[in-house]
C-alpha cells in the first residue's frame, strides 16, 4: 500500500477513534462511568464492542487516551539543549498545550474538560491516571535519553519530568474545577513557576 494509502487509513482511524471516544464521554457524563458499558458505547458509536476494543484497549482508555505525548516529545527536542531539564520539559508542556488551544474549539474544550472532570471523580479512573501520567513521564525520557540512554540521565529526566506533570496535574485540575474559564497554558506556567520557583514564561 502506498503513502498516500496509509495516510487515508489512518485519518480514518484516527476519526473513529475521536468519535467512539466522544461518544464514550457524552455517555458518562449523562448516565454514569460505573453505569455504562463498553457495549452501550459500540451502541451509540454505531460500530461493534470489537471496533470499541481495537481502538481502546481497556474501558479505562475511552477517557484517559490522548494524542499528546508525541507531541510532548517533539516539543522537548524543538527546545534548546542547553536548557535546565525542568525548564526544557515544562516549557515543553506548555508549548503542546498551546499548539493544542482548545478555546477556540468549544467541542473540544467541553471534551476535555469532561474527560478531566471524569478523571478528578472517577476512582477508578484517578487510579488509572497514574499509568498514563507514566506512558507520558515514558515518552519524556525516550525523547531526552534514547534507546540505550544513560542510567544517571534517565534518573535526572524522571525526577524532573514527575516533578513537572506534578505541578501541571494541579493546573489541569484548577482549569476544570473553574470550568475552564482560566487560559490553560498560563495556568499551567502560573503552577510551574510557583511550583518550582524559575519562570516558565
Known amino acids: 500500500m502506498s503513502g498516500k494509502g496509509k495516510s487515508l487509513r489512518d485519518r480514518r482511524r484516527a476519526e473513529t477513534r475521536r468519535m467512539?471516544?466522544?461518544?464514550?464521554?457524552?455517555?458518562?457524563?449523562?448516565?454514569?462511568?460505573?453505569?455504562?458499558?463498553?457495549?452501550?458505547?459500540?451502541?451509540?458509536?454505531?460500530?461493534?464492542?470489537?471496533?470499541v476494543y481495537r481502538h481502546f484497549a481497556t474501558k479505562e482508555d475511552l477517557v484517559l487516551y490522548d494524542e499528546y505525548d508525541?507531541?510532548?516529545?517533539?516539543?522537548?527536542?524543538?527546545?534548546?539543549?542547553?536548557?535546565?531539564?525542568?525548564?526544557?520539559?515544562?516549557?515543553?508542556?506548555?508549548?503542546?498545550a498551546a499548539a493544542a488551544d482548545v478555546s477556540g474549539d468549544p467541542a473540544a474544550k467541553a471534551l476535555l474538560l469532561d474527560r478531566l472532570r471524569l478523571m478528578i471523580s472517577t476512582p477508578a479512573l484517578r487510579a488509572r491516571h497514574l499509568d498514563s501520567q507514566y506512558?507520558?513521564?515514558?515518552?519524556?525520557?525516550?525523547a531526552l535519553c534514547g534507546p540505550a540512554g544513560d542510567p544517571e540521565?534517565?534518573?535526572?529526566?524522571?525526577?524532573?519530568?514527575?516533578?513537572?506533570?506534578?505541578?501541571?496535574?494541579?493546573?489541569?485540575?484548577?482549569?476544570?474545577?473553574?470550568?475552564?474559564?482560566?487560559?490553560?497554558?498560563?495556568?499551567?506556567?502560573?503552577?510551574?513557576?510557583?511550583?518550582?520557583?524559575?519562570?516558565?514564561?
Open 70 to 96: 508525541p507531541l510532548t516529545a517533539a516539543a522537548i527536542l524543538a527546545r534548546p539543549g542547553d536548557e535546565p531539564l525542568v525548564r526544557r520539559i515544562g516549557r515543553a508542556l506548555v508549548d503542546t
Open 20 to 51: 467512539i471516544q466522544a461518544h464514550a464521554i457524552r455517555l458518562f457524563v449523562e448516565v454514569g462511568y460505573d453505569e455504562t458499558a463498553v457495549n452501550d458505547v459500540a451502541e451509540a458509536a454505531g460500530v461493534s464492542a470489537m471496533t
Open 135 to 142: 506512558a507520558t513521564q515514558s515518552a519524556i525520557v525516550d
Open 153 to 201: 540521565l534517565e534518573f535526572s529526566v524522571r525526577a524532573a519530568s514527575g516533578a513537572v506533570l506534578g505541578a501541571v496535574h494541579v493546573a489541569l485540575t484548577r482549569w476544570a474545577e473553574h470550568d475552564g474559564r482560566d487560559d490553560l497554558p498560563g495556568l499551567m506556567r502560573e503552577s510551574l513557576n510557583r511550583a518550582f520557583g524559575i519562570s516558565f514564561g
